[in-house]
């Protein structure tokens, strides 16, 4: 007579939860070889031991339990290599989405504990800063309800991804604004990006160049002094304004709630005869 052994043998030996044994019998992927009628166990044979190994093994590729079951039924090799290229392009594309996300970790980190060690607050500096791409809402801002309502607009064309907007939202001072001095509003809102979602709309950039930078804290309240000490320093040096400002916020409320923490920074492009301005 051939060993049978128990659920709870099946489930420990192959390492495998008894809840889900029990779900593959109910759904016809993996039933038992016998129940018994008056008390209803389930009993498994030496010989069902490769099928559940299948079984794993096919989970642990990621196959979905449907794919499994049509393949076990059928068990043609054509289906199953036509299933491992399907699965080896997901996988490829998952990596590809994985390398991206831990490059965005590693920058945040980086900046973050920049941030952290920096200590030269409403003090100008010269910055060499890269093209930036952005995706942006082109919509006069002067409440935080309104950079809210533009934001959520911005996460509708950006897909939705949350992802995005942490310590990477910015705002734009037009020219015609800092040559005013109004600094009670903003001409748009951005965010920044690293790359596009598939199928959507072509971004803007933020131009390569040198850019006159000051970081600070207390939030917009503050960002009006940094301005005009921003434009006193310009004057002062000689240097021209060459585009509109950018306001990004670093550190928000929602990565600490510690306000001595929380961090902005302006940045005003300028054209300057310098030649080795600090470089970021």
């Known amino acids: 007579m051939k060993k ?57 590729l990621g196959f979905s339990l449907k794919e499994i079951d049509e393949h076990l039924a059928a068990r043609d090799m054509q289906g199953f290599l036509r299933l491992l290229k399907k699965q080896h392009g997901a996988t490829a594309a998952m990596l590809e989405k994985l390398q991206a996300i831990a490059a965005q970790v590693t920058n945040r980190i980086n900046e973050l504990e920049d941030c952290a060690s920096f200590s030269m607050l409403e003090q100008p500096l010269l910055k060499t800063l890269p093209r930036r791409l952005i995706s942006i809402s082109t919509q006069p801002v002067s409440s935080e309800a309104q950079w809210e309502v533009a934001l959520s607009k911005l996460e509708r064309l950006c897909g939705g991804h949350p992802s995005l907007f942490i310590g990477k939202v910015g705002f734009i001072v037009t020219q015609d604004r800092l040559r005013e001095k109004r600094f009670d509003g903003y001409d748009a809102v951005f965010i920044f990006r690293d790359e596009l979602s598939p199928n959507e709309a072509a971004a803007t950039c933020l131009a390569e160049g040198v850019y006159l930078c000051m970081r600070f804290r207390d939030g917009h309240g503050a960002a009006p002094v940094c301005y005009e000490k921003m434009l006193c320093e310009i004057e002062r040096c000689g240097y ?25 920074e302006i940045q005003i492009p300028v054209k300057t005869d310098i030649d080795s301005p600090v470089t970021e």
Do not use: C, W
């Not at 709870?8 to 039933?31: C, Q, S, W």
């Open 240 to 264: 021209v304004v060459n585009g509109d400002a950018v306001e990004r916020i670093l550190i928000d409320e929602y990565i600490t709630k510690d306000e001595k923490m929380q961090l902005s």
């Open 4 to 60: 049978l052994y128990a659920i709870g043998e099946m489930a420990k030996m192959h390492n495998v939860p008894i809840r889900t044994l029990r779900y593959y019998d109910a759904i016809g992927l993996f039933k038992p070889a016998s129940v018994d009628e008056g008390s209803g166990y389930r009993y498994y044979s030496v010989e069902q031991f490769e099928h559940l190994n299948t079984i794993k093994y096919l989970k642990f």
